[in-house]
């Protein structure tokens, strides 16, 4: 294989960046160029080892800037631009809280406005902005140089944030050793897969979470494979966008969350007809996976039967801890009642999967080098068991950054098993229900809302709160109401009681109907549970 960031593909195109339908092409040296240019800049403005954070929309220049930060010997971060779908006032609230907490020394923009964004979230950053020219550029590649001696280093290279961690994130810092740990471990074997020497990879994803970054930007960079990019904000404005770029170049993989196969598969009938045949692998990378949105995806869109498939990842392993092949897709037909430290009976593994389970898709087999452990407290369970998982490889974190470093193995707060050397991901310890001795994964919760008439599709939460009456939690459900439904908030109450109760046997403590984008959203475009929790306190059960 190729060495990371070789230079016999110079003159290859490296990205495609998509805006409004018009492609801007930059080959491997038209962007290394860019990058040497942003590193002389940024060792101008910012001081050596600097945390500094990149704000701004997707693109080129915001790639070349980030690995110029990295090539100057400073640590790079990406953090989430303002998003119009999002509440501002929460916005603001969720940015000065993360800010505050991560503390960088440096946030670079490349537009006056983010500038000015980033000032009115909180006035004390002002002196820390740096507003960077529009584009930069020069004769020289020694980016290139610098950042392949910098992958044998242990010394920190960037910092992503550990997804899910909205309010107060978590740092985490990526060596060049650990980039390139990941790198060996995991592109060779999508490579053999898809049997090219270079990928083709089609990403609409946020560079400020680890998929985005790492498996959409970085990891194809070191490869000299190429990117054909669709900002996040225009995929959700236009869908069918990214089926268009994907027809266009021919792309062959991509990664994305679980979420955006079903929103696929709603939104089919009002999609431009796009020919995707070039694509060999869609890689479903978000916990947990679910086999019936990957067949349905498959069927919508005329895809070879297997070619969705399962991945498990995390910031703290860089990306990737285990990948699924086609060949080996299975699912997972899990009983609602498990409990951690309980046998995964085998014949679970049979299709179809019996009324009232889970049907989780594989994750795949763990990357070469990685170990994988379920836990039940401090007990490591035989295989097959259900419980805590936990990691091992060599290019696992040593803690979050400013926090006290980790054991040999991070335990994950993902709740799994391993059978037949397949990954299966259930869900989260923290986001387990339990009401009366009955354990419901919230997420489990929020699917079972999706076809009720008069709800905003994928715009509803679940919760637990802790009764002082019962000594248990309480189910609540808020979802907000499609106004233009014509079915009055009353029913839709009654309709999500209704079928919480028949389908978990739990019947809601409390349920509300809100209004159109009531609910606080992530980072990452998921509705946030502990943002919203903390919303609901606040407006339906403050103090008298």
Request: hydrophobic share 50%.
């Amino acid at each position: 294989m190729t060495a990371p960031l070789a230079e016999d593909g110079l003159d290859r195109i490296l990205l495609r960046h998509w805006r409004q339908g018009q492609r801007e092409a930059v080959t491997g040296r038209d962007f290394w160029q860019r990058v040497t240019a942003r590193a002389d800049w940024v060792a101008a403005h910012t001081r050596p080892g600097a945390l500094v954070l990149v704000i701004g929309a997707t693109g080129v220049e915001a790639m070349a800037l980030f690995l110029g930060i990295a090539a100057a010997g400073r640590i790079g971060a990406f953090f989430p631009p303002a998003s119009p779908l999002q509440d501002q006032r929460h916005f603001f609230e969720q940015q000065r809280a993360a800010l505050a907490a991560i503390a960088p020394e440096a946030i670079c923009v490349l537009e006056a406005a983010t500038a000015e964004t980033v000032r009115a979230i909180d006035p004390a950053l002002a002196a820390t902005v740096r507003l960077a020219p529009a584009t930069a550029t020069g004769p020289s590649i020694a980016a290139l140089g610098v950042l392949r001696a910098r992958l044998a280093e242990d010394a920190p290279l960037f910092v992503q944030h550990s997804s899910g961690t909205t309010g107060i994130k978590k740092a985490v810092e990526i060596s060049g050793r650990m980039l390139a740990g990941q790198f060996a471990a995991y592109w060779p074997g999508l490579r053999a897969e898809l049997g090219v020497a270079r990928l083709s990879v089609a990403t609409w994803l946020p560079l400020y979470h680890d998929m985005g970054l790492v498996a959409g930007f970085l990891l194809p960079v070191l490869g000299g494979d190429s990117i054909s990019l669709l900002d996040p904000f225009e995929w959700i404005a236009a869908p069918g966008r990214f089926f268009e770029m994907i027809e266009a170049d021919g792309c062959d993989i991509a990664w994305m969350p679980n979420f955006a196969f079903r929103h696929f598969v709603r939104l089919k009938r009002a999609l431009k007809p796009a020919r995707l045949e070039s694509m060999k692998l869609w890689v479903d990378c978000s916990e947990p996976c679910r086999l019936a949105d990957a067949e349905a995806f498959e069927t919508a869109f005329a895809l070879r039967p297997g070619s969705v498939v399962g991945c498990y990842a995390m910031a703290e392993t860089v990306f990737a801890v285990s990948q699924g092949r086609p060949a080996e897709r299975i699912g997972l037909a899990v009983a609602r009642d498990l409990a951690p430290g309980e046998a995964v009976p085998e014949e679970w593994l049979a299709q179809p999967a019996p009324a009232g389970a889970r049907l989780v898709m594989s994750s795949g087999r763990a990357l070469p080098g990685v170990e994988l452990a379920v836990l039940e407290g401090d007990r490591v369970l035989p295989a097959g068991h259900y419980g805590e998982i936990a990691v091992r490889a060599p290019f696992l974190f040593a803690g979050y950054r400013g926090q006290p470093p980790i054991a040999a193995w991070f335990r994950t707060g993902d709740l799994g098993a391993v059978l037949r050397e397949q990954v299966f991901v259930f869900g989260r310890l923290k986001e387990i229900i339990i009401v009366n001795g009955k354990n419901l994964f919230a997420g489990d919760v929020e699917a079972a809302l999706g076809g009720i008439a008069g709800l905003r599709p994928g715009r509803a939460v679940a919760f637990g709160l802790d009764s002082d009456q019962t000594g248990s939690e309480e189910l609540v459900i808020v979802a907000e109401h499609d106004a233009a439904s014509g079915v009055a908030e009353a029913a839709c109450r009654a309709a999500i009681s209704r079928k919480v109760t028949e389908t978990f046997l739990v019947k809601p403590r409390d349920v509300r109907i809100v209004a159109d984008r009531w609910l606080v959203k992530s980072t990452s475009g998921k509705i946030s549970r502990a943002a919203n929790r903390d919303r609901y306190l606040a407006t339906f059960r403050s103090p008298e």
